[in-house]
């Protein structure tokens, strides 16, 4: 036989065993349970044993057999599986599963209950047990008792079942005490156990008996016990088993060697806390469901109580459409038959009334047209010839009315009122209506008069709603006060009106009550003015103060007292001397909606009011900054953080803003002009915020600080790079060729550039920059000592054809061979300035006419080498000429002025050096031959007009069209 059949063999039989030796030991519990009670009657208080505990209710039992053994104390173990305190008593199943093992050949002897003085809870139990009963059986009576001899006894009962309450009261208190003492005995029983490792040793001996079954299983218990008596190691639940016996598990379960404290066996309150928790398991998604379901059904209900609703409103409704829908129409039948009766017996009644009027109307007509024939029949038999001598020789009333307005549309107010005076047909057409819808009284200047704005007032001021009296300094406050009755104004121009005061402009806007431009720059007017425009003009969007030094913060808080000027928008407060922080801050809380704001020249603007402003109005999107000193890096950090919208700044001749007050001015704003001119503390570090802007205007003009790093940013990195289109890098001292190499490969889509004065640049890296802009149409190179001939032949290599602008003033380094190269490759060009170009002479022109013959301002002022030559080729090459300045040329003679005076029709400006070889004589001829030019023959260089053609951001259209 294999081991592992023979360990299954010795498994099976040490079962059979362990059932055996469960009922041995249960009758022996049995009977240590009624030798114990017996004693505990007999003498309650004895404590004889040498380890026994201060409990009272344990007594040392000895016998013959057991004596002086350490398991003499034995017999306190059936007091461990007494009745517990916390559930009822459940007589152990071992000798059931004995009774059926089919090994067990023994008789079974019948458990015997502890005897009732065993448990202290007894008595307290069956009384309980008997009032249960009892209330049981009174209930069931009382539901089986009619309700007339319920009502009989109910005196009774209610007495009896006080004192059934209070008894209940005192056993439910006798039984608490009796559970807490019993609590007692076994918590000290249960340490007695633990102490000496009884549970152990008890396990031992059993689990040998149920291996070995010997006959005699007294003598091997006492044999055990005696071993065990002399053993001091430890004890294990195998030691007594011979190793080739051993099984392979315990064979006695946990519960049987452990009191009823530490029984794991489920308890009934175990098995009904369990029940309660499957019931409430197995009955929570049952009610939910049952919710859910309760919840649908009541939305079905309420739709179906929507539902009937509806039908029955809807039938309703068709009753109504039944019965009601005919009594209306009859109704309304019945109303439009009598509407139709009394409108034809108006009709009649106004008919004959008609034809009584008509009838003595045809009548004066008949009348008025044949008195109008005999007047006109008249005057032709007067007028016969003159009107004849004028249709042959009048060719402008020979056109049509419309076309002869139109004509007259663009003529000014002098020109107009001289065409009145021609004849009865042209003082028509030059006093329609429709030409004096503008009135620009400016053009008159000084010979403005009181009574000529009275005139034209007086017959135009319904259709006038434009006008402009810049410079008229003859006209006083009666003449401007006559502007108020045109009531449709919308534009008004003021400006350099040193005589207006505030009473003319109360009459204007009292009158006025539409404007929406108004210009009041040089003007004297005071802070009354701004009361009455915040009074009475509501509508007005464009206000200029520029240059009032009369205006102060007090003329401010007048502005924003009342109902008007909340819509402005466009805002010029320049040179104002006593505007302060206190009215800046004013203007922004009342004009939130301000989008164009000037604020050029202000000595006494600070950080503060600039804060306040934009911190109220942050609509901002133009902001002119032009010498306010006292604007710091603070002021500018305050815009970008609040002005998110801002897209035009101009920032010139200040002195404390560094490149960390560009850096916070780029923080937030989406800038695409920029203008930061004459800042000398500005370095390269702003370049990185500006770099990152979508720029299409710059100006870093005059700001020393910058150098190529600068210039390498921009082209380099951010967006600008690519959206850069007007450049102006004017005295940049230490800006070198390096920077606009760098410069011209990043930025390529540049069409205006401007490098005057940069003393440090050459043809080397300007070949390069024209090489990569391909847009190039306005250069300007001033001032530029080392730009010579390289120039100009890069930008015929380049073949760049768009140029149209060029400035080479004193470029001495210049030759003819670079004026042949731009004469090849610019046929658009239309200005050039030539002046102090000393090195130039009459060959380079040759080529310079016939090339660029489109040109229309040329300057070649102090060209020492060009003769009378020069200006016979400019004459017939450039006939669309219409200015030119010839001053400090000593070689020119009458006869070349005279040609270029004669081929040169468009000719409207000549400037000319007195001491010249042009003689006075010559020049009083010119300017009787041809009124339209203006000639300046002076010893004194006039002031030559080359700006390039940029339009500035903060004038609005109607003051430019007014300018």
């Known amino acids: 036989m294999d081991n592992s059949s023979r360990q299954a063999q010795q498994h099976s039989s040490g079962a059979v065993a362990v059932h055996d030796v469960r009922h041995m030991v249960g009758q022996a519990v049995e009977r240590a349970a009624e030798q114990l009670a017996s004693l505990s009657v007999a003498a309650p208080a004895s404590t004889t044993s040498t380890t026994s505990t201060t409990n009272n209710s344990h007594s040392h039992i000895t016998s013959a057999g057991y004596q002086g053994s350490p398991l003499s104390s034995s017999s306190a173990l059936p007091q461990s599986h007494s009745h517990s305190p916390h559930r009822p008593h459940q007589p152990r199943q071992v000798h059931h599963r004995h009774r059926s093992h089919p090994h067990h050949h023994q008789q079974q002897l019948p458990r015997q209950s502890a005897p009732a003085a065993l448990s202290p809870l007894a008595p307290a139990k069956q009384l309980l047990e008997g009032r249960s009963l009892a209330a049981r059986a009174r209930r069931k009576r009382e539901l ?12 009774a009962h209610l007495i009896s079942g006080a004192d059934t309450h209070q008894e209940d009261i005192n056993m439910k208190e006798a039984l608490m005490d009796a559970e807490r003492q019993q609590r007692e005995r076994q918590g000290e029983m249960k340490k007695y156990f633990v102490t000496h490792n009884l549970f152990t040793k008890f396990e031992a001996m059993v689990t040998c008996i149920a291996v070995d079954r010997p006959e005699n299983h007294k003598q091997q218990l006492l044999a055990m016990l005696r071993r065990l008596r002399d053993f001091d190691g430890v004890v294990t639940w195998d030691m007594f088993v011979p190793p080739h016996k051993r099984p392979p598990h315990r064979p006695l379960p946990y519960w049987m060697t452990r009191g009823d404290e530490d029984d794991d066996r489920p308890t009934p309150e175990m098995y009904q806390k369990a029940y309660a928790f499957n019931t409430k398991r197995i009955l929570g998604p049952v009610v939910k ?33 039944r019965y009601i829908k005919p009594w209306v129409q009859f109704k309304n039948d019945m109303q439009e038959k009598r509407r139709q009766v009394i409108t034809r017996m108006r009709g009649r009644r106004k008919d004959n009334l008609v034809r009584v009027v008509f009838s003595a109307w045809r009548e004066y007509a008949a009348q008025s047209k044949l008195a109008s024939q005999y007047f006109k029949n008249i005057s032709k038999t007067q007028e016969q010839p003159r009107d004849t001598l004028a249709q042959e020789t009048d060719h402008f009333s020979a056109l049509p009315y419309d076309i002869r307005v139109k004509i007259l549309s663009h003529v000014g107010i002098l020109d107009r009122m001289r065409c009145a005076m021609v004849c009865r047909t042209w003082r028509e057409v030059a006093q329609d209506a429709s030409l004096w819808g503008s009135v620009l009284f400016s053009e008159l200047g000084a010979s403005c008069s009181d009574e000529a704005v009275s005139q034209i007032v007086d017959k135009y001021k319904t259709f006038i709603c434009k006008v ?20 449709n104004l919308q534009d008004l121009n003021l400006s350099d009106c040193c005589i207006l005061r505030d009473a003319a402009i109360k009459a204007i806007v009292e009158g006025c009550p539409a404007l929406i431009y108004l210009n009041l720059a040089c003007c004297g007017i005071t802070d009354l003015s701004l009361k009455y425009l915040s009074k009475h003009c509501v509508n007005l969007s464009y206000l200029s103060l520029a240059c009032c030094e009369n205006i102060t913060d007090a003329g401010c808080m007048y502005l924003t007292e009342g109902s008007g000027c909340q819509s402005l928008f466009w805002l010029d407060l320049s040179c104002c001397p006593q505007l302060g922080d206190v009215g800046l801050a004013s203007i922004g809380a009342k004009c939130t909606n301000l989008s164009t704001v000037l604020l050029n020249d202000l000595s006494r603007m600070t950080d503060a009011g600039l804060g306040d402003l934009v911190q109220s109005c942050p609509y901002i ?13 603070e002021g500018l950090t305050m815009i970008g ?9 101009e920032l010139t001749a200040n002195a404390r803003v560094t490149s960390e007050g560009i850096t916070g001015l780029c923080l937030r704003t989406k800038l695409s002009h920029v203008v930061i001119n004459d800042c000398p503390r500005v370095r390269d570090g702003a370049t990185v915020g500006l770099a990152q802007q979508h720029l299409s205007y710059l100006d870093l003009s005059e700001c020393a600080g910058l150098t190529d790093s600068a210039l ?46 940069c003393t440090n640049v050459t043809d080397g890296s300007l070949g390069v920059l024209i090489t990569h802009t391909g847009r190039l149409s306005e250069l300007n190179l001033a001032g530029c000592d080392n730009v010579g001939d390289g120039t100009l032949q890069a930008l015929q290599a380049s073949d760049i054809t768009t140029l149209e602008w060029l400035d080479l003033t004193e470029c001495t380094a210049l030759t003819d061979q670079g004026l042949e190269a731009l004469a090849f ?11 102090g170009c000393t090195s130039i002479s009459d060959d380079a022109f040759k080529e310079l006419a016939y090339g660029c013959q489109r040109l229309e301002w040329l300057s070649i002022a102090y060209c020492d080498q060009l003769t009378d030559r020069s ?25 070349a002025f005279e040609h270029v005076l004669s081929t040169c029709k468009s000719l409207r400006t000549v400037s000319v050096s007195s001491s010249s070889q042009i003689s006075r004589s010559v020049i009083a001829r010119a300017r009787v031959s041809y009124p339209h030019l203006r000639i300046h023959y002076d010893m004194d260089e006039p002031m030559f007009d080359s700006q390039m053609p940029l339009r500035t951001f903060y004038a609005p259209e109607i003051l430019e069209e007014f300018e």
Not at 144 to 155: A, C, E, F, G, V
Not at 307 to 314: S, Y
């Open 144 to 155: 089986h008792t009619p309700k007339r001899q319920q009502h009989n006894y109910s005196t």
């Open 289 to 321: 469901s049952w919710v859910e379901w309760y919840k649908m059904r009541l939305r079905l209900k309420a739709e179906l109580y929507r539902r009937l609703d509806m039908a029955l409103e809807h039938y309703h409704r068709s009753l109504l459409k």
């Open 468 to 487: 402009n009296m810049r410079g008229c300094s003859s006209v006083t406050n009666v003449g401007f006060s006559q502007l108020g009755q045109c009531h």
């Open 621 to 633: 999107t133009q902001l002119s900054l032009r010498a306010c000193p006292q604007v710091t890096d």
């Open 641 to 649: 953080k609040h002005c998110t919208c801002l897209s035009h700044i």
């Open 712 to 757: 390498k940013t921009i082209a380099q990195s951010g967006p600008a790079r690519s959206s850069l289109q007007v450049v102006k890098l004017s005295s940049l001292p230490r800006i070198t060729d390096t920077g606009i190499r760098h410069f011209g490969r990043g930025v390529a889509n540049a069409y205006h550039l401007d490098l005057s004065y």
């Open 825 to 835: 490759s610019s046929p658009l060009l239309r200005h050039l300035c030539l002046a």
């Open 871 to 895: 200006l016979q080729l400019i004459g017939t090459g450039c006939k669309k000429l219409r200015t030119l300045h010839l001053f400090g040329l000593p070689n020119i003679t009458n006869s």
